[in-house]
């Protein structure tokens, strides 16, 4: 289990009913008591995984940041901000 932090929400560029999100790894330290949805990875298809080699201001990610971008149905309820498991990872 993986546990991220979405960054940012935005609609795919190239197919309207998708949205293109970001989110951070967490580490351990970074878990906190607060509510955290579990997502078992269907219907998410991850489009890019890596660590940022500079700061990426406008998908909130900073240098170091392991990020991940996935595409998502528009339907998906996820918010920016909000902490995620996610099974499979």
Not at 40 to 60: C, W, Y
Not at 81 to 87: F, R
Request: neutral net charge.
């Amino acid at each position: 289990m993986s546990s991220l932090k979405v960054t940012d929400i935005r609609k795919s560029s190239c197919d309207r009913v998708f949205d293109v999100i970001t989110a951070i790894f967490l580490n351990r330290y970074d878990h906190d008591c607060g509510v955290q949805r579990s997502l078992d990875g269907s219907g998410l298809l991850v489009l890019e995984s890596s660590t940022a080699q500079k700061e990426i201001p406008r998908i909130g990610v900073h240098s170091g940041d392991q990020y991940i971008r996935m595409r998502a149905k528009s339907d998906h309820g996820l918010s920016v901000g909000e902490k995620i498991w996610l099974d499979g990872l």
